[in-house]
């Protein structure tokens, strides 16, 4: 399994807008061949601009940047949901866990 974490900084005052986009951009990802499960969570500290924690999981590493990202179904995702992010986030995949408690 591979879990991709990316933080999303989404522009000010489209947080409701991104969290709809999202909503109906969520169908497009869970189609895709080794898509396992996905969590959109939101930061909660205060002082601090809007910003969300994705985490996906994967079977494979190449379910995510060859599948997901070279099908038709990126590109709506793309379409939706890119133009809230400032910056852009850099998406990181991890492991197995190395430790657990």
């Known amino acids: ?25 969520r169908p497009l990802i869970a189609v895709q061949h080794g898509f396992r499960s996905l969590e959109l969570r939101r930061r909660l500290d205060e002082g601090h601009g809007p910003r969300f ?5 994967w079977e494979t590493l190449a379910d995510h940047t060859e599948g997901f990202r070279g099908s038709a179904e990126y590109q709506q995702w793309r379409d939706l949901l890119h133009r809230f992010y400032r910056p852009f986030p850099e ?4 492991g197995e ?3 657990s408690a």
């Open 97 to 99: 866990p190395v430790l």
């Open 53 to 57: 924690l994705l985490q996906v999981e």
């Open 91 to 94: 998406v990181e995949h991890y």
């Open 1 to 25: 399994m591979i879990l991709e974490s990316a933080l999303l900084d989404v522009l000010p005052g489209r947080e409701d807008e991104f969290l709809a986009a999202f909503a109906e951009a």
